[in-house]
Structure formats: C-alpha cells, structure tokens
C-alpha cells in the first residue's frame, strides 16, 4: 500500500459525458501528479499541483481540469469525454526528501 | 521536446538469464532519473539516480546513470519469474524538479 489513495477504482460511462476522479496523497506530502496511460502506452503526465497551487502542465486536454484542495486531496474532471480518454489514471504524490514519487492504484475509465 | 526513450519495448528471456535495460533522455534542466517497475496496476519505486557513474543495488538489481551520454541502464541479474513487469524509465526535470517525464516502458517476461 503506497498511501495514496484513488477514487473510484473503477468507471463506465458514455461518451459526452463528465466525471471525476478523486486522489488522496500520502500524509505529508503535499504534492499531487496526474497521470494517463492508455493501452501499451507510457505514463502521460498531465498536471501536478503543490500545496493547493498548480506547479507544471503536460499534455493535458482542455477538457480536462484539475485542482487540489486545502486538505490537498486532489480531483480530476474530465468532460466532454471521447472514446480515446479511456485508460488508466493515476494519481502520484512525491516525497521531496528522497525524490521517490508514490503511485496510487488508478482509476480505469471506460468510454462506451 | 522532451523525450524518454527505452529499450527494448520487449524482453522474453528464461529464469536465471541477466538482462539490461535501456533508458536514453533529451530533457531540458535535467534533474533526477528514476526507474519503476509495474505489475499489475501502481508503478512501484526502484532508485532514483542523480549523479554519474554511481553505481545504486537493491538485491539483484542495480542501475547506473550517464549524464554526459545520457542514458540509464537497470540490470537484473539472476531473473526469477517474479521479475516479469513492465519496466518504466522517468527523468525529472525543471525548476524545483517538478516533472516527471515517462519512457514508454520495456515489457520483461521471465519464462521458468
């Protein structure tokens, strides 16, 4: 168990529709990092956030949003979805100390 | 553009057997090099490497870095059929390290 925690572990919905995914970072880390990985593909970074405040961007679709909370869980939005989001999406929170970044479970959407 | 490249993407080799992994990367502000190891669903840390030359282990694994050429290789010595995962190669970069920068993986399949 890396400590950070994602929800829901698994989702279905239909194309054009809004979700979103929620991730708990380890305690004590503030930072929080987004990830997609779709079949046979790498892990795409998408956003990170540090202490409520957006620090880098990747390859994010505008029609994906984020945000991190005072209490520094994070969520995801995803709107407007297209048969192409579906994959995995992890959630990441880092320990600045050792550099070592802690991977929660993911999240798989499935677009039908 | 950044760019993480691994290799092999695939690697079917028998128990016992050595093999090396491949990490090449052309990021700006170069940081941190980090390699994972993923099973079934969260990528799990293995070393995060920083400088040149210095040689990190963990059992019979290891993994060595290449600032002027700019590579990474991940030994993995003895192999056991626990060893089978896919392989992912990161290279943290920017101001306060703060992205984090995925190779698109090598797929280890450790035959008894």
């Known amino acids: 168990d890396s400590g950070v925690t994602q929800t829901p572990k698994h989702l279905i919905t239909a194309t054009g529709q809004r979700v979103t995914l929620r991730c708990s970072p380890r305690?004590?880390?503030?930072?929080v990092y987004w990830y997609q990985q779709s079949l046979d593909q790498g892990l795409q970074f998408l956003i990170q956030?540090?202490?409520?405040?957006?620090?880098a961007k990747g390859n994010i679709l505008e029609r994906f949003s984020a945000q991190q909370f005072p209490d520094l869980h994070s969520e995801l939005n995803l709107s407007s979805l297209e048969l192409g989001d579906s994959a995995l999406y992890f959630c990441?929170?880092?320990?600045?100390?050792?550099?070592?970044?802690?991977f929660g479970e993911g999240s798989r959407l499935t677009v039908l | 553009e950044d760019k993480v490249v691994q290799s092999p993407l695939s690697l079917v080799v028998h128990e016992g057997d050595t093999v090396t992994l491949n990490c090449s990367y052309e990021?700006?502000?170069?940081?941190?090099l980090l390699w994972y190891k993923q099973e079934k669903k969260a990528p799990t840390f293995l070393f995060m490497l920083?400088?040149?030359?210095i040689e990190k282990k963990s059992g019979r694994l290891s993994s060595i870095l290449d600032k002027k050429e700019l590579f990474s290789i991940l030994n993995i010595t003895a192999t056991q059929t626990g060893d089978s995962a896919v392989y992912l190669c990161?290279?943290?970069?920017?101001?306060?390290?703060?992205?984090?920068?995925f190779g698109q993986g090598t797929r280890l399949t450790i035959n008894p």
């Open positions: 990441a929170s880092r320990n600045w100390r050792t550099g070592e970044l802690f």
């Open positions: 305690s004590g880390d503030l930072s």
């Open positions: 956030y540090y202490n409520g405040e957006e620090r």
């Open positions: 990021v700006t502000n170069f940081r941190s």
């Open positions: 920083t400088s040149s030359g």
């Open positions: 990161a290279v943290s970069k920017g101001e306060g390290a703060q992205k984090l920068v």
